[in-house]
């Protein structure tokens, strides 16, 4: 397939399976599985950034200084993101969307969030959405490899994160229809920005290595700062095993992925 077609399809494939996942989690609502998939998405991240993501962004830079200097700029920056509600839309102290687990159990007690909006939930998604596409672009557009082993770590985060906003939806009393419509919506936003990106670097290629680092920066942040956090929740020892399993799980995937396909390259 040529690049286009990768990215074409890895964008709908990565919007309809979390999708998917997110309404059979919703349907079950076993906060269980939520913490499986959490497990396993902060080691697919880290994997895809640090093994992947990373390292390509070096080579093409030329310039390790300024590529860490890249990333350092893109922690603080979605960071700010985050705090201006762009990508978590909090308004108090205790917000279940940084803790997906805490989404399922309160759908499960039918407790709605009557303070929330579901409009503010979906904007923030498509934002992230967006962003999510235009790094699946330029990370295909820089190597067809590194471009599958960064969508299975975004799709790998994708799909805790959307149950979790559809669990948000429900709360705020949307039906589960409305909930998979909003959502459906909101993916359209990975295709249209990896669209975009890639007619963009097309004539900007120059850009590839630092989107490279900004995504790096996207996955170490989004596994350090909103996953990770909510592991601690669980310090008992067989759940702190589990996590650290499913982790190297996560990083093992990202490892023999990539390899894979560089062996079929």
Aim: net charge negative; charged share 10%.
């Amino acid at each position: 397939m040529s690049t286009f077609a990768w990215i074409i399809v890895t964008s709908l494939f990565g919007g309809i399976l979390s999708i998917l996942f997110a309404a059979v989690l919703t349907l079950n609502t076993r906060a269980s599985w939520v913490q499986i998939l959490i497990s396993y998405a902060i080691g697919a991240l880290l994997g895809a950034a640090f093994l992947n993501a990373l390292p390509e962004a070096l080579e093409l830079s030329k310039n390790p200084g300024q590529m860490t200097a890249t990333v350092l700029f893109g922690i603080l920056l979605f960071f700010i993101l985050e705090k201006l509600v762009l990508w978590r839309h909090c308004h108090s102290e205790e917000c279940e969307v940084h803790d997906p687990t805490r989404s399922v159990i309160a759908a499960g007690a039918h407790q709605h969030d009557h303070g929330r909006s579901g409009m503010m939930i979906m904007l923030g998604d498509t934002f992230h959405n967006f962003v999510d596409g235009i790094l699946i672009a330029a990370a295909f557009m820089a190597d067809i490899q590194l471009g599958i082993v960064t969508a299975i770590a975004i799709i790998a985060h994708e799909i805790p994160q959307e149950a979790s906003d559809f669990l948000i939806l429900l709360n705020s009393g949307y039906t589960r229809k409305q909930a998979l419509l909003f959502n459906l919506l909101s993916s359209a936003a990975t295709l249209l920005g990896s669209m975009s990106a890639y007619f963009m670097l097309q004539d900007m290629r120059h850009l590839i290595p630092s989107l490279l680092g900004l995504a790096a920066a996207a996955m170490i942040y989004v596994a350090m700062s909103d996953l990770i956090p909510g592991l601690h929740k669980r310090p008992e020892i067989d759940a702190t095993i589990k996590q650290v399993a499913l982790i190297t799980l996560g990083i093992s995937s990202i490892w023999l992925a990539g390899n894979l396909f560089a062996h079929h390259a």
